[in-house]
T-cell receptor, first 114, second 112 residues
């Protein structure tokens, strides 16, 4: 089955801790994205990557970091600098350079700060 | 800042009725428009995309695009309780980045 997996499904973080959210896809998509969703809000773009070893900041990148060492993987680290990290985090992928690039989403990780 | 606006709702319709969801966008050069459905606690899934003016139908769903007025809508005919979800509008603007901007979503409740 082709798709996107995210782990863990639920994550709890203590104040001052860094945590890393995993995102893996086997769709052979070039582009991958990280979004944050707060209750009653739409999706806000944190980071995106259109090719291996390259990534760009989105609208709310402060306090987050990413890497793209492999086409299939795009992990997101929530650092202690992110002051309000409690949210639902969604990873997505798409075919790059297509006129109507549908985004395929993973199941999400719900992060809670204790 | 490219903006995509949706009424947050909730929009409540009886079962069997037509649900009409609307979305407006600020970038006149926008080229691609998407409707995603998101059930509570789940990730979004694509329902339809449209990039030409006019209507596009897929089963009970119809997307309508009016670029002159900068709005896109989603009609759901014969609404079912299983259609109850949040519907997200996403727009790819001009500039070639292919990065969509999402609206906040409209909550739809279909009551029996």
């Amino acid at each position: 089955d082709g798709g996107i997996t995210q782990s863990p499904k639920y994550l709890f973080r203590k104040e001052g801790q860094n945590v890393t959210l995993s995102c893996e896809q086997n769709l052979n998509h070039d582009a991958m994205y990280w979004y944050r969703q707060d209750p009653g809000q739409g999706l806000r773009l944190i980071y995106y990557s259109q090719i291996v070893n390259d990534f760009q900041k989105g609208d709310i990148a402060e306090g987050y970091s990413v890497s793209r060492e492999k086409k299939e993987s795009f992990p997101l680290t929530v650092t202690s600098a992110q002051k309000n990290p409690t949210a639902f985090y969604l990873c997505a992928s798409s075919i790059e350079g297509v006129h109507t690039p549908e985004q395929f989403f993973g199941p999400g990780t719900r992060l809670t700060v204790l | 800042q490219k903006e995509v606006e949706q009424n947050s709702g909730p929009l409540s319709v009886p079962e069997g009725a037509i649900a009409s969801l609307n979305c407006t966008y600020s970038d006149r050069g926008s080229q691609s428009f998407f409707w995603y459905r998101q059930y509570s606690g789940k990730s979004p899934e694509l329902i339809m995309f449209i990039y030409s003016n006019g209507d596009k139908e897929d089963g009970r769903f119809t997307a309508q695009l009016n670029k002159a007025s900068q709005y896109v809508s989603l009609l759901i005919r014969d609404s079912q309780p299983s259609d109850s979800a949040t519907y997200l509008c996403a727009v790819i603007a001009s500039g070639g980045s292919y990065i969509p901007t999402f609206g906040r979503g409209t909550s739809l409740i279909v009551h029996p």
